[in-house]
């Protein structure tokens, strides 16, 4: 691990302020960056505790949602009665993730800002775009089992790891932050983390310094909510696919997918077409898809996997 500087942030603006400056990182639970910092893929030089700033609670907001704290632990989140009530998905999906010590760790905006665990950008002898932009992408003549099969490009094809956010997709969340100069915005989560395109190394929308302070979730929509995770193992693995789905009563949904690409993916088509059942839904998900060999069973692997939720849902 390099050398860095240490302060312990107790303003947000100020926090924001300092993280604006060149090699300069923001740090909750540092579940995922202390481990890069370790193998150095990560090397700030400069660490903004973000601990002391009071964003580990959640409240009602007028309108009848919830707001998340940034600061909240998976654990505690997935634990709060509101959420199980409300919003099950959520519950469900963070419980998925990780193991129960790395949950009472991690934050949810440390969740949503997860890197990505493609194997090429975790090997410092490979090339990847997003460790070290211009210098090609491993993964697209290598091994690519685990990796994206749709909103890729041909600078990454790598996949977004986190299963919270692939729920809070399905409902619509919002991210709220703050920025150095002391502006706050609401970023609807379909806008916040971005495709690779030619820049896969710029991952969300977040400005220089852009500090999460909290998510908040819409009012209740009901349905039956269902997060399923194929993985390699029962536990403390990532998704080989995952679908998160809130399904009516009438048959009509939502559905939004992990595992297959560089975001959570959801496309407003599927959601149209979850009436007329899975194979409608999955294929207007994976239009345009590009499987490579390796992963190619990942897409007919979405469809048996909505086709589960959706059986799950009618038997509910």
């Known amino acids: ?75 505690a989140m997935a634990a709060d009665q509101r959420v199980r009530r409300d919003y099950p998905l959520l519950t469900r999906a963070t419980v998925a993730g990780a193991s129960g010590q790395l949950r009472n760790k991690a934050t949810t905006a440390g969740n949503l800002l997860q890197r990505t665990r493609c194997p090429y950008f975790y090997d410092p002898n490979m090339p990847c775009n997003k460790r070290k932009p211009g210098s090609g992408c491993g993964a697209l003549g290598g091994y690519s089992r685990q990796l994206a099969v749709v909103g890729s490009s041909e600078a990454c094809i790598a996949t977004h790891p986190s299963d919270m956010a692939v729920a809070m997709r399905a409902l619509d969340a919002v991210v709220e932050t703050v920025n150095p100069q002391g502006r706050t915005r609401a970023i609807p989560i379909a806008e916040f983390h971005r495709l690779p395109g030619d820049t896969p190394h710029i991952e969300t929308t977040l400005t220089a310094g852009e500090l999460i302070t909290a998510v908040t979730l819409p009012k209740p929509i009901g349905g039956t909510q269902i997060y399923e995770k194929v993985r390699d193992r029962a536990s403390y693995a990532f998704a080989v696919v995952s679908v998160a789905a809130v399904i009516q009563s009438d048959g009509s949904g939502r559905v939004a997918v992990g595992g297959v690409a560089h975001k959570p993916w959801r496309v407003d088509a599927a959601d149209a077409a979850m009436s007329r059942g899975a194979k409608a839904a999955a294929g207007e998900l994976l239009a345009g898809a590009k499987p490579t060999q390796d992963n190619a069973f990942k897409i007919p692997l979405v469809e048996r996997t909505l086709a589960g939720v959706m059986a799950q849902a009618r038997a509910a």
């Open 1 to 75: 691990m390099k050398a860095f500087t240490y302060e312990r942030a107790k303003d947000p603006v100020a926090a924001a302020r300092a993280a604006a400056r060149p090699g300069a990182k923001f740090l909750a639970g540092g579940t995922n960056l202390l481990d890069l910092m370790k193998i150095e893929i990560e090397a700030p030089t400069h660490l903004i505790d973000v601990q002391d700033l009071g964003f580990d609670k959640i409240e009602p907001t007028p309108d009848g949602g919830l707001r998340i704290g940034a600061l909240v632990t998976n654990t």
